[in-house]
């Protein structure tokens, strides 16, 4: 998409109340990332100058948002003596004549869907849509085919709420209009804030031209509360799964997949139901089975699952991860683990064979520690590996043992028994002959 002559706002300075939560609405995650993110990736497709609003937990918002994009302009909005929509347009000073505000809890939009707000010229191009349940939002009033006005929830009257047409929340201004009307607004309203949205019955008042455009629910839904929050993700996880299977994934029954925004899937895929991936992690011709779990991980032509568990870091080439396996932080080349395992901070190379129950002991309560294990290992059921610790080439751990010597050399069989003792007859003796 070609870059536009277009200064996109995005307005994240509010408090968020009805999310009833300590963090900043903007920044709650929707597909694993920030909402205020997915809209500044949509919205650097069509402009360079993007500049975000904040106040409410200023500093976490500009911190989090910089670890995505370092060509973000922060304006803080003096919400204090300020407040509202319009209040938060008051220090902005966009670079191009024509002004695209957002609001910052719309994380569904996508630049294609915006692209009509660019082609038509106007004062003010705002986006409606006509719902069934209108609640929470402005209300537009239309008269003659014309917008009159916006009228907020909290200000409506019985007649203005009963109305279905509402106030989508995305509008294209020319820079001259609101260099003219923002500094007019008033707050004289039920929430006592300034209202972005009364700049059109202004415009309207001195026969300016405001052009609705309507918009779907799908790209342009706001996001106020958990409800809404858990509804867009719906939405959101739909189009993930729906881009990866046209890339060519296979997926069984796609709506009890989760995906996260920042996955990547290569070659020949195959994902179960019931499955979470998130982070970034990079699956290439890799099967993942019913009920598993990868956390920005790395798989390459393996498989795992069903219930398994890859946490963060974990690297698996050419590996088998069964059930009931937790993985964590390993690298593991040619590797079988088939049953019940934790391998954490680990290094594990070809040939070798993790037997059902073998636990890497990488925890002393206070430091984390390594163990590597070489090629064509054979670790018994049920073994303990203490770290540190390096299992050389070729070396067998016998079942149950607790290896605790450091290193066990190449070639040798590690084996920590009690001997076994048998007595005779003991159950009977125990509980009495049946
Ligand atoms: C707003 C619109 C409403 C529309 C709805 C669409 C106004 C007055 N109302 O209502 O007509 O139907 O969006 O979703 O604009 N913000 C600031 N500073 C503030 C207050 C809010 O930057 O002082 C930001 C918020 O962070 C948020 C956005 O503006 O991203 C919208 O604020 P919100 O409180 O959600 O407005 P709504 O009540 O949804
Ligand atoms: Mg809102």
Partial sequence: MMKENISIVILAAGKGSRMKSNKAKVLH?????????????????????????????????????????????????????????????????????????LNGDMPLITAEALHGFLEIQAD?????????????????????????????????????????????????????????YIPELSNDNAQKEYYLTDVVAMVKEEEGTVVPILVDEEHFKGVNSKKDLADSEVIMQRRIRNRWMQAGVTMQ???????????????????????????????????????SVVEDS??????????????????????????FVEVKKATLKGVKAGHLSYLGDAEIDEGTNIGAGTITCNYDGINKYKTIIGKNVFIGSDSQLVAPLTIEDD?????????TSGTVEKGSLALSRTKLKTIKNFYYKFFGKK
Wanted: proline letters at 3%; charged letters at 25%.
């Fill in 124 to 180: 003010v191009i705002m986006s409606i849509f006509d719902l069934e349940n209108p609640d929470g939002y402005g209300r537009v009033i239309i008269r003659n085919d014309r917008v009159e006005y916006i009228v907020e929830q909290k200000d409506a009257d019985e007649a203005e709420l009963n109305t279905t047409t509402v106030n989508a929340g995305i509008y294209a201004f020319s820079k001259v209009i609101l260099e003219r």
């Fill in 29 to 101: 995650s929707i597909s694993g990332k920030p909402m205020l993110y997915h809209i500044i990736k949509e919205s650097l497709k069509i402009s360079d100058d993007i500049t975000v609003v904040v106040a409410h937990q200023k500093e976490a918002v500009i911190k989090e948002i910089s670890s995505y994009f370092d060509n973000i302009n922060f304006v803080t909005q003096d919400a204090n003596k300020f407040p509202g929509t319009g209040g938060a347009m008051m220090n902005v000073e966009p670079k191009n004549d024509k002004v695209l505000v």
């Fill in 253 to 291: 029954l796609p709506e009890t997949i989760y995906i996260e925004e920042g996955v990547a899937f290569e070659g020949e895929c195959i994902v179960e139901n019931g499955c979470r991936i998130t982070g970034n992690s990079h699956i290439i011709n890799s099967h993942i089975k019913a009920g």
């Fill in 395 to 403: 070396v067998m751990i016998a079942a149950g043992t607790t290896v």
């Fill in 298 to 323: 790395i798989m390459k032509n393996s498989d795992c699952g069903p219930m398994a568990h890859l946490r963060p870091l974990s690297n698996i080439e050419n590996t088998h991860i069964g059930n």
